[in-house]
């Protein structure tokens, strides 16, 4: 499954709405859970499930879905890399 | 439907994202540091979601208030709302500080956490969540993470926030006395390592050391287990004779072959085996666990079993006696206190099997004059409310109305004028089997209404059912009361006790709702 996809998923299960109400266009506060404390929720779980890591700085700049996957892909690659 | 609340000084929103996925439960969180206010206001939404269980989670170095702010608010809340359970986490700090060696904040947690185990010392319905056990287990910096405090005044990591998911839960069916009864095991490379079959009792891996001492340590766990009250059966792809050598001679088994119910050791397949065992048990499939060191066995199980709960096997056989203790004992067969029924559950259903032995050889009647059964019927006091509990939380099948009730409930009607509690202690010639049956009784002027009655599988089908409510009339008659209301609920389970009221005298009124005149 590709990263997005994945993601996508990760965000239904967190704020518990269906697969189809998230698009790469979805913006924080556009679903009812995504507020800031959402916001923190969200990371945790898509920190265990991808296995990556935030900075502190870096967290609240993801304000929308598209920002959120590019960082995890780069995230995704930087761990690739390390490991060769 | 379980309705739970969640209080806190700090964050805990992330438990969300685990206690969502059961779907049994109903969640609601109060706001940041909002928890006295949503205990002491009436107004609150705390107060408007009327809670099964409000669990509190204070962060120590947060809490500022003195630690009877916390005592005195959950009384004022108990005194509107009794029927509540109230689960408390204790105080933790952080194991380092800027001051001295000897931290300064361990006398702080020391002196919070014993003020409150004083506090829930004799209380029924307010219950410690050991968080520092939590910490014990899976370590400090594991549990907790700055980064989303200085985020959001969250404390906790992703893992702090599933084992304080997982720890609530199992203490909710703890609570809520929905435990399992029976756990079915296999026994080559389960109970020991090696296969009977092939290496002989002298053989298998049962020692003072190494893997043999995982297995012995594991036999002893489950021993104790089953001291709990415990059923414990066996289900083995086995010729009976191999098995029954292992127990008989080999000195290293910690297990009696009697500490087991049943036996179904033979080549079948290991659902039916299951199946006959809650036959024979008279208990339900979602009342049993089963533990196959063998993925395969497992997963057939599981597909044709769904009720049944199949707990997974440790591939690192060391880590068996701990996996056991947190991932089978704790979520499954977590109980909160002993009753005497409990610790002599074997016996007891040893006591049927001898039972049903003479019941073979003689028609039913017979069968229980030759019991020579007695009925000890009273009211129970406020110490037995526990028992009562138990009983509507465990009871299925003989249960009219299936009405779960907590022992702080049980507590509240004992202490109602209008309302009258009867239980009765039963022993035959094979023994005493303790309190097996109970009835609330609701009365309205000079009727009376059966809002619970049910007696325990334990002695169903000896027609002490009728022998009781006899008593139940005659008492109630002697009060002056002239008609009698009753109610049966069907349910999955309780179709044995369907036609009970109208072999009793009472008259279908609709709606599974009975009635009888009282002469």
Known sequence: MDTEQELKKVFACTFNVHLENI??????????????????????EIEEAFHVSFLIEEIPALDTFEKMAASVKTKLENNRRSRQ | MTRLAILSNINLDPLKNDLQKDHSLELYFAGYNQWQSELLNTGSGLHSFLPDHIFIYLDAEEFRSDITELFSSIEFYLEKK?????????????PYSVLTYSSPCDSDERHLNSALSVFTANKDNVFIL??????????????????????????????????????????LSCLSGQTKKLLVLDVDNTLWGGVVGEEGWQHIQLSQEGIGLVFLDFQKKIKQLQQTGVLLAICSKNNEKDVREVFEKNTNIQLQWDDFICHEINWNVKSDNIIRIAESLDLGLDSIVFADDSPVERELVRQSLPEVTVVDFPDDLSLLNRWFVTDVVYPYFGRRKLTREDTEKTHQY?????????????????????LQITLKVFHPDAGMAFRIAQLTQK?????????????????????????????????D?????????CAIVLLEGTKAIIDTFLISCRVLGRKVEFTFLDHIINTLKRDGIRSMEAFYTGTARNAV???????????????????????
């Open chain 2, 395 to 427: 009871t299925n099948q003989f249960n009219l109305t299936v009405k779960r009730y907590t022992e702080a409930e049980i507590k509240s009607l004992s202490g109602r004028t209008d309302v009258r509690l009867f239980a009765f202690e039963y022993e």
């Open chain 1, 23 to 44: 698009s790469s266009g979805t913006r924080q506060f556009e679903l009812q859970e995504w507020d800031s404390l959402g916001q923190l929720r969200l990371i945790m």
């Open chain 2, 497 to 519: 006790a369907r036609d009970f009221y109208p072999g009793a005298g009472f008259t279908p009124a609709g709606d599974d709702r009975f009635t009888r005149i009282l002469e």
């Open chain 2, 82 to 94: 009794n029927t509540v359970s109230f689960i408390l986490s204790n105080f933790s700090y952080p």
């Open chain 2, 350 to 370: 040893k006591r049927n099997i001898d039972r049903k032995r003479i019941r073979n050889q003689l028609d039913w009647d017979s069968f229980i004059r030759q």
């Open chain 2, 130 to 171: 050991d968080f520092n056990r939590l910490i014990r287990l899976h370590g400090y910096k594991a549990i907790f993470d700055d980064k989303f405090w200085y985020l959001g005044r969250i404390r906790h990591s992703r893992q702090g926030f599933q084992a304080l998911a997982q720890e609530l839960k199992n203490v």
């Open chain 2, 429 to 437: 010639k094979f023994g005493n089997e303790g309190i097996t049956g």
